[in-house]
């Protein structure tokens, strides 16, 4: 039926406009020669058996992809000792995120997420018709004392990035086994593992051991960081069988790319490209987390691949970010996640890493650096 004064038209559901798009990092610096250090893409860039996999594709472009990813269930399954059955593949970690909220929470459903947890969070909890409820964290990281404070009988969901981007701080696998200990059983648990292979912890772990034991545990991966697959969009979870149907049930029927498969079977297989990443960052970020810090800037300390910087004011961080853009060197500003004194930094290349410190020690030296 019309609406009489003609003024009807559709409409999102309740909680849509409520979100706040998403904002990734800046890509450009007016023509410059650009340092891209804002989105925590490995400075060594995709193993070259991966990038012949991609280039392998092309002539099979016009071919659907084989819509179950078995292949690339069954190398994963292989690479992690897991049963490929219960392996869910996406475009990007990001995506499985979405389908766990649209396939277990509604109106009236509460999900849980921290102060300082990745932004998708909130968003696929209000793209799903659910009420956000944010824990606080302590020192900049994940408490999980705050998080059971905030479940109730509405609680579905609870998002747990391990370590936490954009702090870079992580909980002991002793935590993370205290929180799934107390939680009822009806409350769905994600571990974001996004940045699992970078922590070199005796205390860490990704919660796979969880998931693989637990009903309502499901971990998810990455192929975006150490793999270096960013631009392809793939990840993957690893959840109880019933999870993984309801996820099969609604993700799309093609919703990975063969050539997003292809490049994700080589990436996995090229074990030494993994290394040596995980090599540059072991030597890299104690380096720039020593020199930042020496020049007046303190760091939270991150097992990531990147630094979260602490300005003195929201004013001198904005000022710096413009500085370093105007060197072609791109950090990321993080407003967003409540933190506009901050600017958080990618471990970048051995150019990069040096350029940035020295430009950094020239902002501290300027007028706007000194500045209270």
């Known amino acids: 039926m019309h609406s009489p004064d003609g003024n009807e038209r ?54 659907y992809p084989e819509g179950p990813a078995t292949a690339l269930r069954e190398a994963i399954g292989m690479r992690f000792g897991l049963d490929p059955a219960r392996i869910v593949c996406g475009a990007g970690s990001d995506e499985l995120l979405s389908l766990l909220c649209h396939a277990f929470v509604g109106p009236g459903d509460e999900g849980i997420y921290t102060h300082y947890g990745f932004a998708v969070y909130r968003i696929a909890i209000l793209t799903a018709g659910g009420t956000p409820v944010m824990a606080e964290e302590k020192d900049f990281t994940t408490d999980v004392d705050a998080i059971l404070e905030k479940v109730t009988p509405n609680t579905r969901i609870i998002f747990l990035a391990n370590p936490n981007n954009p702090t870079g701080t992580y909980l002991p696998f002793s935590e993370i086994k205290r929180l ?121 300390p991150s097992v990531g691949n990147f630094l979260l910087l602490h300005f003195k004011s929201t004013q001198q961080a904005r000022a710096a970010d413009v500085f370093l853009t105007q060197r072609g060197l791109i950090l990321r500003a993080v407003d967003v996640y409540d933190l506009p004194q901050c600017l958080r930094l990618t471990v970048g290349t051995e150019e990069a890493n040096r350029l940035v410190v020295s430009a950094l020690a020239d902002f501290m030296r300027s007028k706007d650096g000194s500045r209270d």
């Open 180 to 300: 799934a200990a107390t939680l009822p059983r009806h409350v769905l648990l994600v571990l974001d593992a996004a940045y699992a292979e970078y922590v070199t912890r005796n205390d860490y772990s990704p919660g796979l051991e969880l998931a693989l034991t637990s009903e309502n545990i499901v971990m998810t991966r990455t192929f975006s960081k150490i793999y270096g697959l960013a631009g392809l969009r793939l990840g993957w979870c690893y959840a109880p069988a019933s999870i993984a149907d309801a996820l099969n049930r609604i993700r799309g029927p093609f919703n990975v790319s063969t050539a997003a498969m292809e490049a994700g079977i080589a990436a996995l297989q090229d074990v030494e490209h993994i290394d040596k990443a995980i090599a540059h960052n072991e030597k890299w970020l104690p380096w720039l987390e020593q020199e930042i810090t020496s020049i007046g800037i303190p760091v939270t």
């Open 10 to 63: 559709p409409r999102p559901k309740p909680g849509v406009l409520e979100i706040n798009p998403y904002r990734p990092g800046k890509t450009g610096a007016g023509g410059k020669k650009i340092y891209k250090l804002s989105s925590n893409e490995t400075p060594l860039g995709a193993s070259p058996k991966a990038r012949e996999a991609f280039k392998r594709v092309a002539d099979r472009l016009d071919i």
